[in-house]
């Protein structure tokens, strides 16, 4: 069985001291707003984990009127989900996430967040690096200085998986 899975986050930045997507701190003039770590990469990732197998959304099992989850690293999000996931019998094929921000830059980071999602999906065994490398694919891209984006406003991410019975 095949299963594919959407997921869709944005979080509106503001003045800060950097951003954590994909696990990575990005060093910059911003910050995400959220009760969490705001990592809308994680967010969308486990949004897309969640729809692929049937179990809701990040919100329903991890509320932001739950104090538990104030500031939370999304690391720990990821790591649960992927977890149910597997209780439904179902492991990750593969995934695509598409990053659309103005600034910073992410070109430089996307190696450490791939890293950083294959190491908590279980991807980084001896044998698996050159699977983790071309299941999870990470790009990013501008709105041309146009919108929300485009005027630094905010970071939003796409996600899609697919997840298959072992």
């Keep these: 069985m095949i ?3 959407h997921g869709y986050d944005v979080h509106r930045l503001a003045d800060g001291q950097g951003i954590v997507l994909g696990g990575v701190h990005i060093p910059c003039d911003k910050a995400l707003l959220a009760h969490s770590d705001g990592d809308v990469v994680l967010h969308a990732v486990c949004d897309a984990l969640l729809g692929a197998a049937g179990l809701g959304d990040i ?9 538990n989850n104030k500031n939370r690293d999304s690391r720990y999000f990821l790591k649960q989900v992927y977890q149910m996931v597997q209780h439904q019998g179902l492991v990750l094929g593969n995934m695509d996430i598409t990053i659309i921000a103005q600034a910073p830059k992410m070109a430089p980071h996307i190696p450490a967040m791939i890293a950083n999602l294959a190491q908590d999906l279980n991807m980084t065994g001896k044998d698996t690096g050159a699977q983790a490398s071309s299941a999870i694919n990470i790009k ?3 709105t041309e200085g146009l919108g ?3 005027r630094e406003e905010g970071i939003a991410v796409h996600a899609v998986v697919v997840l298959h019975t072992v």
């Design 3 to 5: 299963r594919i899975g």
């Design 59 to 67: 919100g329903r099992h991890f509320p932001d009127t739950d104090d």
């Design 140 to 142: 990013a891209t501008t």
């Design 148 to 150: 929300y984006i485009g």
